[in-house]
């Protein structure tokens, strides 16, 4: 069965430090690749997605990702981040086939705190 | 655009309770996830709907769990009888359910906090 693996539990920071977030998959076919953000008491909320062409993609709020098909990674970015940024970042894949429906299997989370 | 509609927030119960989630997805949303997502872990995928039928329960505990989409619209999950290791925040998620890629992204409830003492 496919996994998803994301490296840190908890990440702390100061503002206008930068973020990397690593997440990695088992699953040796075509994906789709999605992060997911949850701030606090707020729902799931789409980052960014890749499905594919330019494996960088961008997202909302300065944040991308990089897709690497090779080491199987689709690493978060951020370049300088902000109180705000302080949440849960879930990364999620999608194997890309029919029987595969479109059922997201996520990694166990990283909760990024960003001290002021 | 309205989101993904749960209720309630909050439940709390006894263990061998039983209890149930509403979903109301987005307007126009074919496809319905109910997720399982418990302290620390990322979310679960427990059944998936297109329309009134199931496309995917494979990680439904049918022993405890059922869950309905009788009109193609709104959804509940239920849990009889609940025990200790049910407690986790449960998620309602819906998408277009289109055979476009690009249209198949998952729009997050709230959730319900679950918890099973």
């Known amino acids: 069965a496919q996994s998803v693996s994301q490296h840190n539990h908890h990440v702390i920071l100061s503002e206008a430090a930068s973020l990397e977030l690593g997440c990695n998959y088992s699953y040796g076919g075509t994906v789709n690749l999605f992060w997911y953000v949850q701030y606090p008491g707020q729902h799931l909320q789409l980052l960014l997605k890749y499905f594919s062409g330019d494996p960088l993609v961008k997202g909302i709020k300065g944040f991308e990702a990089e897709f690497i098909k090779s080491k199987f990674s689709f690493n978060l970015r951020k370049p300088s981040v902000q109180w705000s940024d302080t949440a849960e970042y879930f990364c999620a894949v999608i194997p890309r086939f029919k029987a595969a429906g479109n059922k997201l299997t996520f990694g166990g989370g990283t909760r990024v705190l960003v001290k002021p | 655009e309205a989101g993904v509609a749960q209720s309630p927030r909050y439940k709390i119960i006894e263990k061998r309770q039983s209890v149930a989630f509403w979903c109301n997805p987005i307007?126009?949303?074919?496809?319905l996830y109910w997720y399982q997502q418990i302290l620390g872990q990322g979310p679960k995928l427990l059944i998936q709907f297109q329309n009134n039928g199931v496309v995917d329960d494979s990680q439904l505990p049918k022993d405890r769990f059922s869950a309905e989409r009788l009109k193609g619209v709104d959804s509940t999950l239920k849990i009889q009888p609940a025990k200790l290791e049910d407690s986790a925040v449960y998620l309602c998620?819906?998408?277009?359910?289109?055979?476009?890629?690009?249209?198949?992204?998952?729009?997050f409830g709230a959730g319900t906090r679950l918890s099973v003492l």
């Open positions: 307007s126009g949303h074919a496809t």
């Open positions: 998620a819906s998408s277009l359910g289109r055979s476009s890629l690009a249209k198949n992204i998952q729009y």
